[in-house]
């Protein structure tokens, strides 16, 4: 029987500019949690990720959450920055490029999943996204994972979840129980096969990002 992974695969560190989340500080939490799989994914940079892993003494898969016209898309197994700001197009090529997955993270949030899409582009999108996260805790309401759900099912895409986790608290209360895998192949197969353990946080989050955002700001 495969050993299973408890994997978080939705996670910001000190580099993105909402978050003071230290590499070794996560590292901690993650095992004092049973946490041995994480992505992380900062906003608009790779390089908390291709640090940590680097640094951590389990599997690590480096991303970023890159903002588009038409809402958030990470890139997991980057090896390199992408820039914000470019159409949702543009973004998935270049996460291509570097033979990297395509996710859409929180899709159907209406503060932060896809926007600035009819019902038919949103359709015809499910045709370049290799993974779609379906439960995202830090999303407000049950429907948007039961939306994400239902749309991962009907476009036959692995699903996954995270904790968004901005703060140290957030870390271990939202995983992916799943297989242990090499490489993206691997990732997706063993996807396919995960349970999702999913506890949402606090709304009381938001409030400390964003102050930590602007914090940052200045």
Known sequence: MDTLLRADLHMHTKYSMDSKSSLEDIIARCQKTGINCVAITDHNTVEGGLKMKRLAPFTVIPGE?????????????????????????????????????????????????????DDRRREELASQVD???????????????????????????????GSDAHTMREIGKTYVEMPTFEEKEGFLKSLRAAKIHGCRSSPFVHAYTAFVKLMKAF
Do not use: C
């Open 65 to 117: 959450e890159i903002l588009t016209p038409n809402g958030e898309i990470i890139g997991y197994f980057l090896k390199e920055w992408i820039p914000s700001g470019l159409p949702i197009e543009k973004v998935i090529e270049a996460i291509r490029a570097q033979g990297g997955l395509v996710a859409v993270p929180h899709p159907f949030d209406v503060f932060r999943g896809l926007r600035n899409m």
């Open 131 to 161: 993974v779609v996260e379906v439960f995202n805790a830090r999303s407000l309401l049950p429907w948007y994972s039961d939306k994400a759900s239902d749309y991962a099912h009907r476009h036959d895409l692995p699903a996954s979840a």
